[in-house]
């Protein structure tokens, strides 16, 4: 890999230059890079300075690159900087932005300071971003940017040659053109290659693909996501509730959303809110948020496991090895039914469990739990009798072990799919719904049996 | 969505069709759809049916119709299928495929079937899967493909553009062109927007752009997916040691890419093989084979758990209420370890954890780890304390939850970045080894420490 680590060098130099507040220097390093490389660079180098320092360059930076430095930090992180900023500047910054991007920040401010700044922009830059405002951030249509080529049936291939060359050079790469009718109905999509090779008389309405792939508005952004993957599309075209287009996910958005995507499902599992917008440069304020009131919710189910236990107190008090042996119970069945979690989630996710039934899968589930069970109990039981020398524990052990293995396979498969039927996310709580319950019936099933079994154990 | 509903009943009707065996039927329902959309449902349909059906059915389709089948469908899917064909079916089959797909496939073949298909392909098509079939599956030379377009810098816009249009029409998009020397070294790229603007007569070396990105052959898929998701790149070229164009990673390529690491971080976390074949689709012994041995490592982990259990057996012989707590301190533990887990892998996949050192981010969660677990550690020493009226105890198992807290950031932060250093995968076996970390330690803190105060925990 050759450019990136030239780049990461003069990156390290930038970023020297900007401790010590000289920007000049800093810009004088970025010059020498390409255009498109100068704005990730100067954004990286900035991206790594503290707020007061990113508030106090940012004015002085020319629109362009401040609007290039806030479309590549995060939201939250370009939100904190916006805020700081007066009216004028974040004005005339977001006049430089993709409306997309705009309307992201403009979401995060106080409504009045939001309004105060449509205020002062450009009419027409805030006629374009006002729309988008409305569409919730996870949807097609907060997704979307509305700064798009379309074409008409009746151009000739030269004619749209034409309009893409009148086109603003700074926009996003559009590799699909779609083609729309008098009233805006999207009715047809060609792609550039098409449009390079076709003759140049011919028109659009005789070489355009008319089978297109398409979003409603508020269609939410995970199904956008397994659409862009099953179908391999470079950008999906988002129509409002009677057909119109009103809008395009381009490619930078659409890698994005996979990725959103992803990182929600990993924090579903680790029960971290699935905020794709938290990452390991969110504000300490954001992580507590995000994080602690899923400990909160960990320390009730794990309460309510230790309840299930403190049944069983007169049983431990008789026989204290059991201590040692309850949390193998309830680990062994915790990690196998995330194992299903996993597979469940990402099946959901890449749309797979929409292409067959889920019975099926949760048969299936069970069954290899019942092979794993027999498996790891065995072993488990063996060990335990080994270990202790009571024959009995170790039946009591391995019966536990492949009842949670079930109970967890069930679990891990029908919780997922019934938040999805419902319409939630299949990642959220479903891990911590989970454990609760390898944790609470992994307890129950072994110190069940165990006291059911006292005589021989002790 | 309008679109994928009409498509998914015509999907059902085909899917019935197969399994009355009516090819014709299946056949005439997808000659409704346009062809783009024909392939993938006819290969949603098959890819539905059991192994004989499919090795039935894959012959009497003509052969560019089965290759879409083969690459629709998931690798060991395609693999199990390769393997039932004749050679001479198999043959013509990988000669309509792309490269990439058709040496992945010979990939999964015995040697010996492997080299007879090639050995009966078009040798034109085998030579170009050959040098393919050297690479690593995960590796930027095996997810490249060798059949793309390249353009010559003293090439005019016109011929460029005439170029691109004797190609095949069958190819992949490629929305970037790259062009080379008389050397076949890399030396610019050009969009096809740009192409498609600039004027005729002008040549490609004066509209190129110098600065790529690129990857060399045994470059891991994991950077090629930060470059890409970095630079929103919608194709990646692919160069051997001496700066050589050897291959393209294309768009369809670069989202799979994306998503097997992201597939590949959840498995990590959840204690399966970083494997992102490995699906709702995957066979059953694939699927014991990837998951069983993770829980037997998760149960050598959990019986060292229990040997810390075991050396306070005494202790717990005498407070019995002990047994109830225990599990409580570990798993809040292991679960405040698995949320900085989760953020420090995302983190290190989308290269954000390049971007800056790691130390600020490790003190960081080490000090959100004391504000959490303070916060969690009172609340659990108040609710043990209230529900026992033992005042020691809530004191010994606060302390023990915030110490746990502290090892379980340490653990989750530093486990992931060290196997990234050591040139590993940062998500494999860094969940096992945090959870065995906070299971021992969670254990050791609260059972040591009740042990020194047992005389007021009675």
Redesign the interface.
Known sequence: ????VEINNILEDVRVALERDDVDLAKLLLDN??P??AE?TLA?AI??LDLAEQTELLPQLDWAEAADVLEYLDEDEAAEIARQLPVETLSEVLNEMEPDEAADILLDLDLEQANAVLDTMDVERADLVRPLMKHDDDTAGGRMTTKMPILRRWMSVNQA?AY??HRS?DDD???YLYVVDRDQQLIGVI???E???ASPNVTIGTIM????????VD?DQR?CAQ??????L?SLPVVDKV?KLVGVIT??DL??V??DE??E???G????STDSD????SP?SV??RK??P???L??CT??F??FV??RF??T??EV?????????V???GG??G??T???????IA?G??E??QSRP?VL?EI??AI??GI??GI??GL?AWLWKGIPMLGVVITLAVIGNFIIAATAGTLVPLTLRKLGMDPALASSIFL?ATT?SLG?AFFLGLATYFLPYLK
């Not at 890999?1 to 990136?4: E, G, L, V």
Request: glycine content about 4%; proline content about 1%.
């Open positions: 890999m050759m450019a990136p890079l390409t498109a490389k990730t990286e991206g790594d040659i893409l060359r050079i790469d559009h590799y792609g550039l290659r449009l390079i090779i693909n008319r089978e297109v792939i398409q979003v409603s269609v199904e659409l862009i993957s099953r179908y391999e470079f057909g490619h930078d890698v994005e996979i990725e992803a990182t499902d990993l924090y599992l680790a029960n971290v938290l990452d390991v440069f300490t992580m507590i994080r602690l899923w400990l909160f960990n320390l794990a309460f496991a230790s236990i403190s107190e007169a431990i008090a204290a090895v059991l201590a040692v042996f309850q949390s193998i309830a680990g062994l990690n196998s995330t194992q979690l996993a597979i469940i989630i990402r099946g890449l797979q469990l292409l067959r899968t299936r069954g290899l092979v794993h498996c790891i072993c488990v060990i454990t944790d307890f």
